[in-house]
């Protein structure tokens, strides 16, 4: 009993959802049956015009978010390790944290064009910030024990960096990717959904107007698909290379 | 040391602004404003009534939706920190639906609630949840079992153990879930109004950029960045009154 508990509330809510689509209390304009929700998802899965519209979200979302990735735990690791670099960034970073970026988007939209090039520039910025924090975090942290052991032993700055400060910083930076992973899938949906003539975010919008809910909703299933398969594909990277440290929290 | 960093800093920023109003002396693209002109159309915005109504409308909708999300989050992943049947229900639709970006909603949510405020309401409150559960649960579950312990060993009930020992141990966690949630609401709130609103700062931003009025684009700029920052600096107020006891970890 105790082992199906957790799968009550989802099956719960799917039954309900299910009882008020028949039930025929609402158009299914607003309660698709799950049974519309599925064909059109095969539909999705089977065309391959639209699993390019997929593409074109997740090269945007994952192009961002490797440059905000790499740049971001250049950052960190200098901003933890040089007390100079950090005084001069960390107000940068804490200063401007709150503000929505998204509100430049419209400037980029200008500067870099309607294309994709202005969603990866939002993405990239956005992403950026979880990463330096948390990565700078972590660097700051590294035990001074390790280093002046190593020091002691004759290794080289270089040696130092690579061998006990990126390691020890490692559970950081992948705290630091999986808070912004998700938000790279937001920001390309949000911008798609805001000024774009493809991509997942404007195919929801597409189908909005035309008055599809059920392939509307099935994409949105797409979008959360990929959103959680995109994390797990980050968790089980990280159980790889981080072997030595155990995720502790629950959600994993 | 502390005050050459200082200096640095000013510095940077000095010939950062300066450079800027540089090249547009030079001559930049007439979609960016120099610095001057920012503050210019800032200020003369500042005077007349429009701005105020675009904040307070946009205010209307995210403080609300920030307020119900966070609260929401807060009980039930105190609840589920600390009732384990309550933890088994409710955690794998959590966690299944954590990673998935909560503005995909919206379009639904237009459906169901109307496009008006209710529909943006909501899915702030949405987008604001998840942080806030999380770090609530994780908060009240890492509370140090010999705290709770010598509560038992001295008497106290389960509310008293509740109020004084479980909810004090997760207050930090809490807190920063709350600056998460604040910025989240700030960008839910900008995304919603930019899809489709009839006022806030996301539309006037929206229809300056279709009306190619780049000041007002620059105006509702700073205005969102300073709101942001205002609510940020009054969360981190609010952090150092409460958790007076606890080191501010950053």
Same mark, same amino acid.
Request: hydrophobic share 55%.
């Given at each position: ?252 | ?15 950062? @602004?300066?450079?800027?109003?540089? *090249?547009?002396?030079?001559? #930049?693209?007439?979609? %960016?404003?120099?610095?001057?002109? +920012? &503050? ?59 990673? @998935?970006?909560?503005?995909?909603? *919206?379009?639904?949510?237009? #459906?169901?609630?109307? %496009?008006?405020?209710?529909?943006? +309401? &909501? ?128």
């Amino acid at each position: 009993m105790s082992r199906l508990l957790p799968f009550v509330l989802i099956a719960a809510g799917l039954l309900g959802w299910e009882l008020v689509a028949r039930s025929g209390l609402w158009s299914p304009l607003l309660f698709p049956s799950l049974a519309s929700i599925a064909y059109e998802f095969g539909l999705f899965l089977s065309r391959s015009d639209r699993l390019v519209e997929a593409w074109y979200s997740l090269y945007r979302a994952l192009g961002g978010f490797a440059l905000a990735a790499v740049v971001g735990v250049a950052l960190g690791v200098l901003m933890g390790r040089s007390a100079f670099v950090a005084g001069l960034l960390e107000p940068v970073f804490s200063g401007t944290y709150a503000v929505p970026k998204l509100a430049l988007f419209p400037i980029f939209i200008f500067v870099f064009g309607i294309g994709s090039l202005s969603k990866v520039a939002l993405v990239f910025l956005e992403c950026l910030y979880p990463i330096v924090i948390i990565t700078s975090q972590g660097a700051r942290s590294v035990e001074r024990v390790l280093l002046w052991s190593a020091q002691n032993m004759g290794a080289s700055r270089a040696e130092i960096l690579r061998r006990i400060v990126i390691p020890a910083t490692a559970p950081f930076i992948f705290a630091g990717f999986r808070v912004s992973l998700p938000v790279a899938m937001i920001v390309v949906v949000i911008t798609e959904m805001i000024s774009s003539a493809d991509g997942l975010g404007y195919q929801v919008i597409y189908a909005l107007s035309s008055l599809k809910t059920d392939r509307m909703l099935a994409i949105v299933v797409v979008i959360a698909l990929l959103g959680w398969l995109l994390d797990r594909a980050l968790v089980i990277l990280r159980d790889r290379l981080v072997y030595w440290e155990k995720l502790e929290t629950y959600y994993v | 040391m502390l005050h050459g960093t200082h200096l640095a800093r000013a510095g940077l920023l000095l010939c950062l @602004v300066g450079l800027w109003q540089l *090249l547009w002396v030079w001559g #930049l693209p007439a979609y %960016i404003l120099s610095p001057v002109d +920012i &503050l210019k159309h800032f200020f003369a915005a500042l005077g007349s009534n429009e701005l105020y109504q675009h904040i307070g409308a946009s205010l209307l909708r995210s403080l609300p939706g920030f307020a119900i999300g966070t609260l929401l989050g807060i009980a039930l992943g105190l609840l589920a920190g600390i009732a384990r049947s309550f933890e088994q229900l409710l955690s794998p639709v959590i966690f299944l639906t954590y990673p @998935v970006p909560k503005i995909v909603m *919206l379009p639904l949510f237009m #459906l169901w609630f109307g %496009i008006g405020d209710l529909s943006k +309401i &909501l899915i702030i409150a949405l987008a604001c949840f998840y942080p806030t559960f999380i770090n609530a649960y994780y908060g009240a579950k890492s509370t140090p079992t010999l705290l709770v312990w010598s509560g038992l060993n001295l008497g106290a009930g389960n509310w008293q153990i509740f109020r004084k020992v479980v909810v004090p141990s997760a207050l930090p966690l809490i807190f920063a879930s709350l600056r998460v949630s604040l910025a989240l609401s700030f960008i839910v709130m900008f995304a919603t109004e930019m899809i489709n609103a009839g006022s806030g700062l996301g539309h006037l931003i929206r229809i300056a950029e279709s009306g190619l009025r780049f000041d007002l684009m620059y105006v509702s700029l700073v205005t969102i960045a300073i709101l942001g920052y205002v609510g940020d600096h009054l969360l981190r107020l609010a952090r150092r009154r409460v958790l007076a006891w606890q080191e501010p970890m950053a």
